[in-house]
């Protein structure tokens, strides 16, 4: 009763932001460094492969996906996120972006029931969304299933475990928010590792605010 509480918190947070969200300070702050430390992580998986299929959970306004598009890239991308109107401004972003726009598309749905056959993605992502699943490890053995053996997860989150990032998630977001969980390395490691990941590494990041990247090989 209480997931499901903060389910519905979450969703209406971000139905009221999607319309701003794309000028929010937050962009150049945190949003823009997840998404260059991610983008250069698919780079280097999608380097050589001729059809590569990627899957962004709580993809929020799709600018991450149209990034990875613009960018060079050909690959088949998917967006997912619980909130309708951050859905529509993704498709509609897709729609403006000329040819490139035609490799995406987006849909509503929960991190923790993907609507997707298993095995079906080269790689998942997920950048500053995961501090808001009520069920994270469910969450992660979704995105396990997801994926083709050797495919990668990688997740963006505030970097809790630094003293500044303890203070900007642990402490400010969890009150703005409030019910979000922000993981330690620990507990990621630990998650990625009982949900089936062969191999768990990490990554520190950003300057204002400190970002730390879990990258899982399935
Ligand atoms: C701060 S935004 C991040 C958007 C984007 N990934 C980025 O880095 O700019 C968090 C997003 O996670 C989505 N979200 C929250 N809970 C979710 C869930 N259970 N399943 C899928 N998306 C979720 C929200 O609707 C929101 O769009």
Request: hydrophobic share 40%; net charge positive; aromatic share 10%.
């Amino acid at each position: 009763m209480e997931l499901h509480r903060n389910k519905t918190r979450s969703i209406r947070e971000f139905e009221s932001w999607a319309q701003s969200y794309d000028h929010s300070i937050l962009n150049s702050l945190l949003f823009e460094p997840s998404y260059k430390l991610m983008l250069a992580e698919v780079h280097k998986q999608a380097r050589g492969k001729s059809t590569f299929r990627m899957l962004d959970i709580g993809c929020g306004t799709g600018t991450f996906l149209a990034k990875c598009l613009a960018s060079g890239l050909k690959m088949e991308v998917t967006g997912l996120d619980i909130a309708y109107n951050m859905i529509r401004q993704a498709t509609y972003k897709s729609e403006q972006i000329g040819p490139n726009g035609s490799g995406m598309s987006f849909m509503v749905g929960d991190a923790e029931h993907l609507p997707f056959a298993s095995g079906y993605f080269d790689m998942v992502t997920c950048s500053n969304s995961f501090h808001h699943y009520p069920n994270q490890l469910q969450s992660v053995r979704e995105m396990r299933r997801v994926l083709k053996c050797n495919g990668q997860l990688l997740i963006v989150d505030g970097h809790r475990d630094d003293p500044l990032g303890y203070l900007i998630f642990d402490v400010c977001v969890d009150a703005v928010e409030k019910h979000v969980h922000h993981c330690s390395r620990r507990q990621f490691i630990k998650m990625f590792k009982e949900a089936g990941f062969q191999k768990v590494t990490q990554r520190m990041a950003g300057l204002c605010f400190p970002l730390l990247a879990t990258l899982g090989k399935a």
